[in-house]
């Protein structure tokens, strides 16, 4: 006859029922987390579905919208504005903003938008300084921004002359680019620049005229004040200076 061995029968059931525990515990953290995932979902759809409909809703409608002038007391109608409003302030685009402000106001420029909801939109523009008067017909802001003529002289402004009638962007002008800064420190002491094809010429408002190649800096001007010339031209290594 075989002998029977308790222990080991012991050992066994005792395997089973850890396999049997194991087997059930997976299965419920499984359930756990699927019911986890079912009820996420619920809600992340009645969020979005909420979202959405406050969106949509007319409550969200624009009714009023503040232009305030960061750099001058000025006041500006915003009437300009009217298309925008009705429009649900979460549609109303920032492009659609500045093109307006571009169109009807183009000597200001957008500096920020804020929404204040649920009805009103507040635009902070700032007025642009006139740099640059190109060829009597373009106005070039010392934001590098460009405009048209429009109904007015700007004051204050430096004339401009080049061979081309019209440009978009300063980037078109050889030369100005890199001498744009310069103009903005320098704006107090410059009359007019003409921008030849080859170099380009700075007459000054104390009559002195200083000529460079394009792709150069402006020379320091306050250094040649008191020096008795009326032309500087510095195309030449050590310049060459011009009495008459």
Do not use: W
């Amino acid at each position: 006859m075989k002998s029977y061995n308790n222990r080991f029968d012991l050992l066994y059931r005792k395997e089973l029922s850890r396999r049997k525990k194991d087997k059930n515990r997976l299965k419920g953290f499984t359930i756990r987390i699927f019911k986890i995932l079912i009820l996420t979902g619920i809600l992340l759809s009645i969020i979005f579905l909420t979202i959405n409909y406050i969106k949509r809703s007319s409550f969200f409608y624009v009714k009023k919208v503040v232009i305030k002038i960061s750099n001058e007391k000025t006041n500006i109608d915003e009437s300009i504005f009217e298309t925008v409003k009705n429009v649900n302030i979460f549609k109303v685009k920032d492009q659609t903003l500045k093109d307006i402000v571009h169109t009807k106001i183009p000597e200001y420029e957008i500096k920020s938008i804020k929404r204040i909801l649920p009805k009103t939109l507040i635009v902070i523009c700032y007025r642009k300084i006139p740099l640059l008067f190109h060829n009597e017909n373009t106005v070039i802001y010392n934001d590098k921004t460009i405009s048209d003529r429009m109904d007015y002289i700007p004051a204050n402004y430096i004339v401009l002359e080049t061979d081309l009638e019209h440009i978009g962007s300063i980037y078109d002008v050889s030369g100005l680019p890199t001498i744009f800064t310069n103009i903005i420190k320098e704006k107090e002491n410059i009359k007019k620049i003409k921008i030849e094809e080859e170099y380009i010429k700075i007459y000054l408002k104390n009559n002195k005229i200083f000529l460079i190649d394009k792709g150069e800096k402006l020379p320091d001007f306050s250094k040649y004040i008191d020096f008795k010339f009326k032309i500087f031209d510095f195309r030449f290594k050590n310049g060459i200076y011009v009495k008459r």
